[in-house]
């Protein structure tokens, strides 16, 4: 069975900016917008509908790896102050401001591999419309297919096609749904070379939420999820530019649960978490050095770390 990705697109314009292929900007072209659909719906009276292809207008193409939802209510939780507050001479990320559409206000990123949504309910409000092609309030346009006009008997129901009440469910689940416990507790000389390789500056092991959140669990409790939430050049580059990040900038992938994930990097092309740390580079490349550097033991012992969370 093949690894499920979603597929991004894009090109340059000849000014050097980013054309997500949505028609929206100046010199954009709608090609249906930034992320592929490749399957589209099937109905009776629907016979001129199919799933989107790259088109030829795409000279950028990322493959990306699903990213985890589990404990996404307590990184929700967590204040923009303390993600802000990471930033340093030894960590020179920087945070994505993006538009919540609920509000209409700029937000801090947090989710996605860009760090592109702000939100839970931003992020369930833009999976039922890209994913399932559900308009919703925060999102009730429906996206073209290819650019194209959708064909008549393709969409019968009127806009938006859920009122908010599926979109707040799914809300709900993704924020209830409790982090995966490490394996085993780390030995103090694997934590010990996880910060002195220089892993931990963007790794972030704990941070805190606050006291804000409308879930009283969610309130005042440690986050594990190694990561500081900031996007960092860490050698790697997709080209595709979501709010602030530019194509070779990414948010610190959360390490939790990496025990259980067989596919690593944003491209899912790293089968291996050795694999995945030699490809690290830009602002990483000083701790991926110390990692290389290590003898046999430490470099074993590293790794059964980062195999037990």
């Not at 307590?74 to 102050?81: G, H, K, N, Y």
């Not at 559409?101 to 937000?107: A, T």
């Not at 010990?192 to 972030?204: E, I, K, M, R």
Request: aromatic share 6%; proline share 7%.
């Amino acid at each position: 069975m093949g690894v499920a990705r979603e597929t991004r697109i894009g090109r340059q314009l000849p000014d050097g900016s980013f054309d997500p292929l949505d028609g929206v900007g100046p010199g954009s072209v709608n090609r249906g917008g930034g992320l592929l659909q490749q399957r589209a719906i099937n109905l009776p009276d629907c016979k001129k509908l199919a799933g989107e292809i790259v088109p030829q207008e795409a000279t950028f193409v990322s493959l990306r790896n699903t990213t985890g939802l589990f404990g996404a209510g307590l990184v929700e939780a967590i204040p923009e102050a303390t993600i802000r507050a990471n930033i340093s001479p030894s960590n020179p990320g920087k945070v994505n401001m993006v538009l919540d559409p609920d509000d209409n206000q700029m937000k801090v990123g947090r989710f996605g591999w860009k760090a592109q949504v702000a939100t839970l309910h931003q992020f369930a409000g833009d999976a039922y419309l890209n994913e399932m092609g559900i308009t919703n309030p925060s999102f009730p346009k429906e996206n073209l297919p290819q650019g194209q006009p959708i064909p008549p008997g393709c969409d019968t129901v009127a806009d938006p096609e859920d009122m908010g009440d599926g979109v707040t469910a799914f809300e709900n689940f993704m924020k209830l749904l409790a982090p995966l416990e490490p394996r085993r507790t780390a030995t103090a000389r694997e934590q010990q070379l996880f910060l002195t390789t220089g892993c931990a500056s963007c790794h972030v092991p704990t941070m805190r939420t606050g006291s804000t959140s409308s879930v009283g669990a969610l309130n005042n409790q440690p986050v594990n999820l190694y990561s500081d939430l900031l996007l960092h050049d860490i050698g790697t580059n997709d080209n595709i530019v979501q709010g602030l990040a530019q194509g070779k900038e990414f948010r610190t992938a959360p390490l939790w649960g990496l025990s259980r994930r067989d596919r690593f990097m944003h491209d899912g092309k790293s089968n291996k978490i050795e694999d995945a740390i030699l490809r690290h580079g830009g602002q990483a490349q000083t701790a991926r050095d110390n990692f290389v550097k290590l003898d046999k033991d430490a470099h074993d012992a590293l790794l059964a770390f980062l195999g037990s969370l």
